[in-house]
Nanobody, 124 residues
Framework: QVQLVESGGGLVQAGDSLRVSCAAS????????MGWFRQAPGKEREFVAG????????YYADSVKGRFTISRDNAKNTVYLQMNSLKPDDTAVYYC?????????????????WGQGTQVTVSS
């Protein structure tokens, strides 16, 4: 079992930056591929970014490429999502997720563990 707790969400203005974090507890954090997803009101939960076990490989949705950066600190059992140049369309609940796999996966159904989410609101 892995327990995931997100933090760092909030209300920001368009163009601002924000970093959200996800702290993991339970079994060995470094065994898990980690992903960030988001869900806006009335929309499906969508993949945002993923990172492999060691942190050396990342993958992003086209909508955030060049603006968001995913990273992890295995010593701290934490994964981060640095969000720059935020837009109102980035407004959503952001969730972290974990799966015991070798490669990054972008499909929601592939992930086994989820956090409770943190709200990010970007005003125009």
């Amino acid at each position: 079992q892995v327990q995931l707790v997100e933090s760092g969400g909030g209300l920001v203005q368009a163009g601002d930056s924000l970093r959200v974090s996800c702290a993991a507890s339970g079994r060995t954090f470094s065994s898990y591929v980690m992903g960030w997803f988001r869900q806006a009101p009335g929309k499906e939960r969508e993949f945002v970014a993923g990172i492999n076990r060691g942190g050396g490989s990342t993958y992003y949705a086209d909508s955030v490429k060049g603006r968001f950066t995913i990273s992890r600190d295995n010593a701290k059992n934490t994964v981060y999502l640095q969000m720059n140049s935020l837009k109102p369309d980035d407004t959503a609940v952001y969730y972290c997720a974990a799966v015991n796999r070798l490669s990054i996966v972008a499909k929601r159904g592939e992930y086994d563990y989820w956090g409770q989410g943190t709200q990010v609101t970007v005003s125009s």
